[in-house]
T-cell receptor
Framework: EPEVTQTPSHQVTQMGQEVILRCVPI?????FYWYRQILGQKVEFLVS????????KSEIFDDQFSVERPDGSNFTLKIRSTKLEDSAMYFC??????????FGEGSRLTVL | QKEVEQDPGPLSVPEGAIVSLNCTYS??????FMWYRQYSRKGPELLMY????GNKEDGRFTAQVDKSSKYISLFIRDSQPSDSATYLC????????????FGTGTRLLVSP
């Protein structure tokens, strides 16, 4: 069964460092998303991406964040200068267009 | 008032019980309703997806939407210990699914 894959599964970084989280969405999907979940809190929308551009972003997704689809398979989330409060699980998700959103296993980011 | 409210639980039931999980919401624009299951430190897994009001059944799972009351439910029949997880409701106003709004999740514990 096709699935969304994410790497790394866990990354530890120092405050102020840049982090790139990688995702391979399901191959025939057209819409791509990043969500995050701070420990013990609800899953929150960060950004959606369609047709090689951001279609919507939340107020969390400030100038420190960026997304890119550098080739036909990868979808990345970059955090330029990490803060302590960026520590969370980051989930990539994709959708073909039928409304069913599929999530990856997540990348746990720990900022020290 | 929160946009989506969900009792965090935990909800403890014996194996074989019928489980009822619920969410209320305030945004009348929501049209698409989903239930996800999330195991500890894993990504949300889509269980059920419904549009507008009505019922949908899939095996032991039944999803109900009552838009007039802004209330959605997930019923699990013949619950199993493997059903022990956190159940997240999520909803969206439009076909583009630009942004899912999640509840906080209800933790379910099914004891053998």
């Amino acid at each position: 069964e096709p699935e969304v894959t994410q790497t790394p599964s866990h990354q530890v970084t120092q405050m102020g460092q840049e982090v790139i989280l990688r995702c391979v969405p399901i191959s025939n999907h057209l819409y791509f998303y990043w969500y995050r979940q701070i420990l013990g809190q609800k899953v929150e929308f960060l950004v959606s991406f369609y047709n090689n551009e951001i279609s919507e972003k939340s107020e969390i997704f400030d100038d420190q964040f960026s997304v890119e689809r550098p080739d036909g398979s990868n979808f990345t989330l970059k955090i330029r200068s990490t803060k302590l409060e960026d520590s969370a699980m980051y989930f990539c998700a994709s959708m073909r267009g039928t409304g069913e959103l599929f999530f990856g296993e997540g990348s746990r980011l720990t900022v020290l | 008032q929160k946009e989506v409210e969900q009792d965090p639980g935990p909800l403890s039931v014996p194996e074989g019980a019928i489980v009822s999980l619920n969410c209320t919401y305030s945004n009348s624009a929501f049209q698409y309703f989903m239930w996800y299951r999330q195991y500890s430190r894993k990504g949300p897994e889509l269980l059920m997806y419904t549009y507008s009001s009505g019922n949908k059944e899939d095996g032991r799972f039944t999803a109900q939407v009552d838009k007039s009351s802004k209330y959605i439910s997930l019923f699990i029949r013949d619950s199993q210990p493997s059903d022990s997880a956190t159940y997240l409701c999520a909803m969206s106003p439009n076909t583009g699914f630009q942004k899912l709004v999640f509840g906080t999740g209800t933790r379910l514990l099914v004891s053998p």
